[in-house]
């Protein structure tokens, strides 16, 4: 540091090693104490706290009596030197706990007033201010050293990512914010031309369709921390705009790409002080939804789901019957030790259930050699038929796959949930493949597709999908879940621009107006395309779980909230009319 720098070391820097160094520092004053004379600031930078001690023996009077004015959150400067502590005055909780700065100037350089909208300091256990609050008062809310945390963990997990792909030979390539609509099942949000009345551009939803065509310009192997922006419906846990690190690579098979994903994963994994194994064991989508009812399976624990229908057919139960009538199955859960599950919380489960579209929860508890719940009451009902072992609970939904599916992964998450049962392991990957390629859309039965309209049918299932079949058609589909979270998506592409118009059909679109949204690609496709295939990691959601917070608002600088609110600056907000009208654009009362 010059003679003339501002600052000399960083408050959060100090250590015993200081002791007798002259110091000046910067920072904001994190709390104030009066104590009989003495003035003491916790002085808190990115870095951490230390403490300053204003007293009569070492600091001028002025300054002592200036320092006893000066409110929590005002920015100081300040010079001193650094002593040790006395021993009954160390803070072992504080890295700078063994020093202090003794102060002998003090310039109020950024003045804070007495109070705050929001309180930075706070005593041990007091609850944080509601989260409109601090949203609305981000920049305070910031100042938190939790907060500071996250987000010096998220910067160290994008430098970890983009190290780890570049050491792989992927090329940090960016992409246009300003394009046309790229589907990935969300709206677009849109931009009006000033310069071309009544034309729009949309912003990504994600860069899938460039880093295609930059494998087809032969780039081989691309990255980016790219940023996406999906207009959907309120979701707890989403984003309006949200990153992914994004990549694509030339030549390659879903092994290649999981290989890939796998070293960025375990890298910021590492990162975090978690070191974890690859490669991550693989579970075809078809077994996931058997076993758990889901495609984000959490499989540190058990609680499986297992088919009762042939179990349960032709005992007279009504429900059962007709559900296995109507084409639907008889699905359940066995819970070891679960009779112990006190009839409110069975009543619980059931209401999540129901919530999620089943009729009910059938329920049958042994305990000894006792049985009871309505399932007891089937003909020929006993412990052997439905495999419970003393104090086991089963619960058994029945109805389409979908609904039981549905019911079913819920029961199991909120099971794991109540019960906290001790995990397998601490950290479960597991990769989904085989993927359909088309799901129905629930309302309407229409075929959309499963991840997004350039995904590859499955080699064995083409010549099907070319004949017009939809059903039961794979895709090269994978995604990589953890814990019970879906970490990210991606595919091997598809390079055949009579496959790709073929899936725009499938969708409902007509060749002229699928030429009219894709032709750039559909014309690079018939240039010379390499396989190719890709994948994109959600970084927000990475970094809330490597964080170890509750959401992903806590690892935004700037999040909006679930209502796509920005409250601090107020966006989304009027714009006059003046604005309006050179992009063309009247309002609807
Ligand atoms: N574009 C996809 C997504 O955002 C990821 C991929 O297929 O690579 O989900």
Redesign the pocket.
Known sequence: MTATAMRTHRCGALRSEHCGARVRLGGWVHRRRDLGGLVFFDLRDRDGLVQVAFGPDWTPPEVLERAGTVFAESVVLLDGSVVARPADQLNPDLPTGDVEVRATSLEVVGPAPATLPIPVWRTKGEPLPSEELRLQYRHLDLRRPEIQRNLILRHRLLQRARATLSDLGFLEIETPILTKPTP?GARDYLVPSRLHRNRFYALP??P?IYKQLLMISGFDRYFQIAR?FRDEDLRHDRQPEFT?I?L?ASFVRPDDVHAAVEAVLGALWDEAGMPVTAPFPRLRYGEAMERFGTDKPDLRFGFELSDLSDVVRGRGFRIFEEALAQGGRVRGIRVPGGAAISRKDVDGLTTLAKGAGAGGLATLKRQGDQLTGPLSKLDGATAELFMLRDGDLLLAAAGHDATTSAALDTVRRALITRLDPTPAAAHAFVWIVDFPLFERDPQTGAPVFA??PFTAPHEDDLDRFMAGESDGVRAHHYDVVYNGYELG???IRITDQRVQMRIFQALGMSEADARHRFGFLLDALAGGAPPHG???IGFDRVVMLLAGVPNIREVIAFPKTTAARALFEGAPTTVNEEELAALGIQMRP
């Open positions: 990935e939803q994600s899938q996406c992914q994004d694509e991840h997004h998506s991606g595919s890709g994948f994109a």
